[in-house]
């Protein structure tokens, strides 16, 4: 695909470090096996011109509304899009990571949309938009909707991302930099859609449910290291003070049907960081030391996208 010569003297980052929003749409689409190279090559034009579009029209109508929109793009669909190459250093397609009890499943993404909006009306529109114009090449296979549940906790109750990178330290660890210049102001965007065991989940007492966690509850209060047990979620999430990823996990599902999940997503300047938390959760440190809220979360998906920054997204705009 022809793209247009950009200018990386300013770098303008899509909307990656943005703080977790009340209402979110999180939509997967893969391109349909029966549509031309070229009408697909079209169509992705005009998307990446509307992603850019619909985040500078929000600014402007909805200056507080925090609203926004970043695209991913899977390694797959970079190829069958011939977008420049060399590709971004760790862009390649996620291999799962089996435990011994537990698999970070794999699943095809070709685009990913992550919106975002104070208002699920705005977060409705901007979904619709999009979808109006992917649906001529490419299948939805994933939507969730996620909510704000109460004071920015999970669906298994606790506060969900007090440990996340803060101010200036988001971009640090979400944005690519020198170390691949050619793809500077661009991030890693992983994925996974997790469906909880909540009837499980809710037969343990309130400490039970904090040693898997590594928390207090109520509090949001991290155990001290002596306390905390080693297969707790942060004891096996943590894996350095140098080695962070900028999460914004939603809670979303159904109630009478009891498929309530978390929507993972994280944004990343190296997929290696999240490489190592996902072996960590499911492989054990040690081995077979596993993420005890693995017993309690199932993952139905997993996939690896690359969020380029908004100049890359305008040189491939048409
Ligand atoms: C079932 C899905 C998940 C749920 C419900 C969940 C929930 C939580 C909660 C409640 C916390 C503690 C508060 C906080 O710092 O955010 C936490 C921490 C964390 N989670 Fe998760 N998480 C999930 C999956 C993941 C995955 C897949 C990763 C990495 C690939 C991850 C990485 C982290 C990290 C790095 C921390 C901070 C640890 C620390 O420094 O103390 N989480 N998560």
Not at 245 to 256: A, Q
Not at 283 to 288: K, S
Request: net charge negative; with cysteine.
């Amino acid at each position: 695909m022809a793209t247009k010569n950009p200018s990386y003297t300013h770098m303008r980052s899509q909307n990656v470090t943005d703080y977790p929003n009340n209402n979110t749409f999180f939509l997967v689409w893969n391109f349909k096996e029966n549509i031309t190279p070229s009408k697909i090559q079209a169509v992705f034009q005009r998307v990446c011109a509307l992603v850019i579009n619909l985040n500078n029209s929000a600014l402007d109508r909805f200056p507080n509304s925090r609203a926004s929109c970043v695209m991913g793009i899977g390694y797959e669909a970079w190829i069958k899009l011939e977008l420049p190459k060399p590709l971004p250093k760790e862009l390649k397609k996620f291999e799962e990571i089996r435990g011994i009890k537990h698999t970070a499943v794999s699943t095809p993404g070709d685009l990913h949309f992550h919106i975002r909006a104070d208002e699920k009306s705005y977060a409705y529109d901007v979904a619709n938009i999009i979808s109006d114009l992917m649906k001529d090449i490419a299948q939805c296979h994933v939507e969730v909707q996620g909510f704000r549940y109460w004071d920015s906790r999970s669906i298994l109750g606790f506060v969900d991302g007090t440990e996340n990178p803060h101010g200036q330290d988001r971009e640090y660890f979400a944005l690519i930099d020198e170390v691949d210049p050619s793809y500077r102001g661009g991030s890693y965007l992983f994925v996974q859609k997790y469906i909880h065991n909540l009837d499980a989940w809710k037969e343990l007492s309130i400490k039970e449910q904090e040693n898997v966690i590594g928390r207090s509850k109520e509090q949001d209060i991290e155990m001290d290291d002596q306390t905390k047990p080693a297969n707790s979620h942060s004891a096996l999430a943590n894996i350095g003070d140098d080695l962070k990823i900028v999460r914004d996990n939603m809670p979303f599902g159904s109630v009478t049907s009891n498929e309530m999940g978390t929507y993972f997503i994280c944004y990343a300047s190296t997929f290696t960081t999240v490489e190592k938390m996902l072996t960590n959760m499911f492989v054990g440190n040690p081995p077979g030391n596993y993420d005890r809220i693995l017993d309690f979360s199932t993952t139905v998906t997993g996939t690896l996208f690359f969020a380029p920054s908004i100049d890359m997204l305008d040189s491939f705009s048409a």
